[in-house]
């Protein structure tokens, strides 16, 4: 993994902006995974400000809630699109869906066959759970755990629980690890210092499934970029 330091929120959104740039510009129809959460909201609100082609870009959902519909305030999928897919024009065709009404195992074996025929993720987006999960991969989870659906931790649902007037459901789907660690470039937003410890955490790690972003160390191109109240002191460690 790579390290990146960033002043602040601010800066780490123009930083993320870039690189996904950098991902289109390279390959026009770019498939990028992507999550929602606050922090890549600056990076989504910046990439909205910029003048690059996005025509043929194509997006993969990250995880979902199971059970709720695209209407629903708490819908993960309704959220990517108000936040990153309507501002850059990308429509429903160009989206990849990880469907949460449909049989789970059939959902999820659609979505792994729609990312393979897509050509795979170029440019994964990711944020950091409060216990180290990315997307909704909780631990313990093994490096090559596929798409499926997952009890939620306690510490996600009260963690996600800030962003919705109602309750956060205890069960959701998720891009597995197979996937995101096959993504040809992984990008780990990290802010604020309630994730210091975390991040902290996540950088000293040797790999294991009770960290599960402690996989992207074996990555071959996963970026880490954070802003100084995330760091701490993780830069000294």
């Known amino acids: 993994m790579e390290l990146r330091r960033v002043d602040d929120a601010a800066a780490l959104a123009m930083a993320a902006a870039g690189l996904v740039v950098d991902a289109v510009q390279a390959r026009p129809d770019a498939v990028l995974l992507a999550a929602t959460g606050e922090t890549p909201m600056g990076c989504y609100a910046e990439l909205a400000r910029r003048a690059f082609d996005s025509s043929r870009v194509r997006v993969a959902q990250l995880d979902e809630y199971t059970g709720v519909t695209e209407v629903d305030p708490r819908s993960l999928y309704g959220w990517m699109r108000r936040s990153l897919c309507d501002p850059l024009g990308i429509d429903e065709d160009r989206i990849i869906r990880l469907r949460p009404d449909a049989d789970e195992a059939s959902a999820c074996r659609a979505y792994e066959v729609a990312v393979a025929a897509a050509g795979g993720i ?13 997307g909704f991969n909780e631990p313990p989870t093994d490096v090559d755990a596929p798409t499926r659906e997952v009890a939620l931790t306690a510490s996600s649902i009260e ?5 919705f007037a109602e309750a956060v459901p205890e069960r959701a789907r998720t891009a597995g690890m197979n996937l995101i660690l096959a993504a040809r470039r992984v990008v780990l937003l990290v802010s604020g210092s309630r994730k210091a410890d975390i991040l902290r955490r996540v950088l000293q790690a040797e790999p294991t499934p009770w960290l599960p972003a402690s996989w992207l160390h074996q990555h071959p191109d996963a970026i880490v970029l954070a802003d100084a109240a995330a760091l701490g002191d993780a830069t000294h460690s």
């Open 122 to 134: 170029d440019l994964a987006i990711l944020g950091l759970g409060p216990n180290g999960h990315l």
């Open 159 to 163: 963690s996600n629980g800030r962003y």
